[in-house]
């Protein structure tokens, strides 16, 4: 079994202030996923990271792949209210018909107070 | 717009009954997934299924099974509801992986199930 451990579990910030949330793992990945999760629906993508050292950005959000692929980050700078919701990270399994198979993180709850 | 559509929003059970979760994709995905979602427990996976009628066990798949008979459609069965079983269950479905990252998953709703 591969394990994702994904950190904090919970953020409350206020706006304008930068957070960053962690990804990790012992297990190496073809792909690290980061989703976001509104109440009462499902994850949506937000990024995807292949390669190691690889960087992201998306606006204010800055995604990094470590070098060995075990882990990842997410960074939001200057946070808005808008970014309040539930972050994932999933960790995409390596070789055969493991691609495609998605080990989800625990979740960070991001709640950023105007 | 891609689409995955699970049967129920909310659905209460009885503590033993024979239940069946329902998803449905229009996309021609491989790949389809189950998981449930609790509370700081993130998004454990039930089941995977990578071709009709191919799947595999995940992390938590004790008191499941699945079936897969037609590509588009993935079922979940608890064979006998217990109150642990009370979840958030989330249906997915991505394509076959290249190892190139291409597999973003779409996911339904969900259907949060009380068994009680």
């Known amino acids: 079994t591969q394990l994702l451990e994904q950190s904090p579990q919970f953020l409350s910030i206020q706006e304008g202030e930068n957070l960053t949330v962690y990804c990790n793992s012992s297990s190496v990945f073809s792909s690290l996923q980061w989703y976001r999760q509104e109440p009462g629906e499902g994850p949506v993508l937000l990024v995807t990271?292949?390669?190691?050292?690889e960087v992201k950005k998306l606006k204010r959000l800055t995604f990094q792949f470590g070098d060995a692929r075990k882990d990842s980050s997410l960074h939001i700078t200057a946070a808005q209210t808008g970014d309040t919701g539930l972050y994932l990270c999933a960790g995409e399994g390596a070789g055969g018909t493991s691609y495609g198979k998605l080990t989800f993180g625990q979740g960070t709850i991001l709640t950023v107070h105007p | 717009d891609v689409k995955v559509t699970q049967s129920s929003r909310y659905l209460v059970k009885r503590t033993g009954e024979k239940v069946f979760l329902e998803c449905v994709q229009d996309m021609d995905h491989e790949n389809m997934f189950w998981y449930r979602q609790d509370p700081g427990l993130g998004l454990r996976l039930i089941y995977f299924?990578?071709?009709?009628?191919?799947?595999e066990k995940g992390d938590i798949p004790e008191g499941y099974s699945v079936s897969r008979e037609k590509k588009e459609r993935f079922s979940l069965i608890l064979e006998s509801a217990s109150t642990n079983q009370t979840s958030m269950y989330l249906c997915?479905?991505?394509?076959?992986?290249?190892?190139?990252?291409?597999?973003?998953?779409?996911f339904g709703q969900g259907t949060r199930l009380t068994v009680v």
């Open positions: 299924s990578y071709d009709v009628k191919m799947k």
């Open positions: 997915a479905s991505s394509p076959s992986g290249t190892g190139q990252g291409n597999t973003e998953a779409f």
């Open positions: 990271v292949v390669t190691g050292g």
